[in-house]
Nanobody
Framework: QVQLVESGGGLAQAGGSLRLSCAAS????????MGWFRQAPGAERELVAAIRWNGGTYADSVKGRFITSRDNAKNTVFLQMNSLKPEDTAVYYCNARVFNIDYWGQGTQVTVSS
């Protein structure tokens, strides 16, 4: 079965950095795009970044600050978050759409203090 397990969240100060990881299993990882979403309290879940075989795409709110990458040999996708802002505070989720079914990790909390 498809499993996604995030790690790397925590507390950072504004201007700081955090790196999230998502370990995937149960599907042919290299064949699928992977996404990073986040959900702040009282807000909708939003797409932050996605990565296919030809690079990443980003929401305007994180463009130039966040970088997503993947290691297909380790079935892992990463989200490097730089120049963090308090508005980046949210639970971050890894996503894979496999055979038109969305799978989610358990989420990891990112809190940015001002």
């Amino acid at each position: 079965q498809v499993q996604l397990v995030e790690s790397g969240g925590g507390l950072a100060q504004a201007g700081g950095s955090l790196r999230l990881s998502c370990a995937a299993s149960g599907f042919t990882f290299s064949s699928y795009a992977m996404g990073w979403f986040r959900q702040a309290p009282g807000a909708e879940r939003e797409l932050v970044a996605a990565i296919r075989w030809n690079g990443g795409t980003y929401a305007d709110s994180v463009k130039g600050r966040f970088i997503t990458s993947r290691d297909n040999a380790k079935n892992t996708v990463f989200l490097q978050m730089n120049s963090l802002k308090p508005e980046d505070t949210a639970v971050y989720y890894c996503n894979a759409r496999v055979f038109n079914i969305d799978y989610w990790g358990q989420g990891t909390q990112v809190t940015v203090s001002s």
